[in-house]
């Protein structure tokens, strides 16, 4: 079965500061990848989604994610954060193995930003 | 309505009541998923519907959770006999075929 996996749980940064967060899955086939954000008390938002073409995608608020197929891996990136991206981060992966469509999320990445 | 709606917000049960999550997703959307969210486990799949298929339970931790969806529209999620261990935000989705999700403000369970 898919997994996916987001290896920071909690990142502290100051503002300013460069951001990458890290997602990798674990099957190889066609994939659509996804980033959520879940601001403090709000419900999830889609940052960015990749789905075929270029695979450097670029999303809401300054973020992007790179698709690098050979690494299984979709990490996410801002030049430089504010104290407004104080939220939590979820990496979300849809594959098509068996004819199993089904999304399924990796565990967060909770990402604070000192001011 | 414009967005997905989940009822009630909050829920305060005791153990061993049965709960009800309703979920009513965008019109038109053909594939509805629950998930369950719960403090340092991310988003837990629980059951996705997608058109007139059957539905993929894989994630429904025991027999006591059952979802349904009536008339390729709204969900209905039951907890049977609830644990203190179910308390979480269950989460609600809706998408188009295979397009991105659009989430829910969430339903939070506590159970006593």
């Known amino acids: 079965a898919q997994s996916v996996s987001q290896h920071n749980h909690h990142v502290i940064l100051s503002e300013a500061a460069s951001l990458e967060l890290g997602c990798n899955y674990s099957?190889?086939?066609?994939?659509?990848l996804f980033w959520y954000v879940q601001y403090p008390g709000q419900h999830l938002q889609l940052l960015l989604k990749?789905?075929?073409?270029?695979?450097l995608v670029k999303g809401i608020k300054g973020f992007e994610a790179e698709f690098i197929k050979s690494k299984f891996s979709f990490n996410l990136r801002k030049p430089s954060v504010q104290w407004s991206d104080t939220a939590e981060y979820f990496c979300?992966?849809?594959?098509?193995?068996?004819?199993?469509?089904?999304?399924?999320f990796g565990k967060g990445t909770r990402l604070h930003i000192l001011p | 309505g414009a967005g997905v709606s989940q009822s009630p917000s909050n829920k305060v049960t005791e153990k061993g009541k049965d709960v009800e999550l309703r979920c009513d997703p965008i019109?038109?959307?053909?594939?509805l998923y629950w998930y369950r969210q719960s403090l340092g486990q991310g988003l837990e799949f629980l059951i996705y519907?997608?058109?007139?298929?059957?539905?993929?339970k894989s994630g429904l931790p025991s027999d006591r959770f059952s979802a349904e969806r009536t008339g390729g529209s709204v969900s209905t999620l039951t907890i049977q006999r609830t644990q203190q261990e179910d308390s979480a935000v269950y989460l609600c989705?809706?998408?188009?075929?295979?397009?991105?999700?659009?989430f829910g403000e969430g339903s939070r369970l506590t159970v006593l």
């Open positions: 989705a809706s998408s188009t075929r295979l397009g991105g999700l659009f």
């Open positions: 099957y190889g086939g066609t994939v659509n």
């Open positions: 990749y789905f075929s073409g270029d695979p």
């Open positions: 979300a992966v849809r594959s098509f193995m068996n004819r199993d469509d089904k999304i399924i």
């Open positions: 019109s038109g959307h053909t594939a």
């Open positions: 519907f997608q058109g007139n298929s059957a539905p993929d």
